[in-house]
């Protein structure tokens, strides 16, 4: 897998410049343009931030078989919330979910 093709390809398909990606990632523009440009492979801390805001996580970037999906903020918010509770209120949603 070419990690800054794949980058670049996510950049584009969300029709985002390198500057709006600094801008939500909080990376230097340079940095970036260094990236794309030179092909400097990121660290995994930096890759993981690009990855946010691109809108996925690393595991869907590193899967080749599947379109990365992606999800919203609020949707994001939501998992986040649900991975936090205790595991007996998990059970009820999970019932709920699957019944309705």
Same mark, same amino acid.
């Given at each position: 897998m070419d990690v800054i093709q794949k980058l670049n390809k996510l950049r584009l398909e969300r029709?985002? $410049?390198?500057? !709006?990606?600094?801008? +939500? $990632? @909080?990376?230097n523009q340079s940095t970036l343009a260094n990236t794309f440009s030179r092909g400097t492979v990121p660290s995994? =801390?930096? +890759?993981?931030?690009?990855?946010?805001?691109? @809108? *996925? &996580?690393?595991?869907?970037?590193f899967t080749e078989d599947e379109e990365p999906m992606s999800l919203t903020s609020q949707e994001q918010n939501l998992v986040n919330f649900y !991975? =936090? +509770?205790? &595991?007996?209120? =998990?059970? $009820?949603?999970? %019932?709920? *979910? %699957? %019944? &309705?």
């Open positions: 029709d985002m $410049s390198v500057y !709006r990606l600094a801008e +939500l $990632s @909080g990376i995994i =801390k930096h +890759l993981e931030i690009i990855c946010q805001a691109l @809108g *996925v &996580t690393l595991a869907q970037f !991975r =936090k +509770l205790p &595991t007996a209120i =998990k059970e $009820s949603i999970d %019932n709920i *979910v %699957n %019944n &309705t």
